[in-house]
């Protein structure tokens, strides 16, 4: 399995961006999908967007579309870049990885970075 590390997260005031990496390492061989999910307090667990192995799809939820963008690079990261940040978006961020594309945005990826928190205020 693929070991995930999420940075990038902090505390910012509405209407700014932020932009969260995600590192990942141990699957050298494979392709995979990323995608980035974010829970936040009391609430379940959301998916937010994934892209596939290529980076050639790429899927949003319908609350981060025109402002949320995934991508990847040959360096094994992905990000996510947050424009227009609202307060609702505060959640803890988290990167995750499967076999395509359809298997992120489904929900069942088979590999979870820890998280990292990003808090939007007004």
């Known amino acids: 399995q693929v070991h995930l590390v999420e940075s990038g997260g902090g505390l910012v005031q509405a209407g700014t961006s932020l932009r969260l990496s995600c590192a990942a390492s141990?699957?050298?061989?494979?392709?995979?999908?990323m995608g980035w999910f974010r829970q936040a307090p009391g609430k379940e667990r959301e998916f937010v967007a994934a892209i596939s192995w290529s980076g050639g799809s790429t899927s949003y939820a319908d609350s981060v579309k025109g402002r949320f963008t995934i991508s990847r690079d040959n360096a094994k990261n992905t990000y996510l870049q947050m424009n227009s940040l609202k307060p609702e978006d505060t959640a803890v961020y988290y990167c995750?990885?499967?076999?395509?594309?359809?298997?992120?945005?489904?929900?069942?990826?088979?590999?979870w970075g820890q998280g990292t928190q990003v808090t939007v205020s007004s």
């Open positions: 141990g699957r050298t061989f494979d392709s995979y999908a």
């Open positions: 995750a990885a499967a076999y395509n594309l359809g298997a992120v945005v489904r929900g069942t990826p088979t590999d």
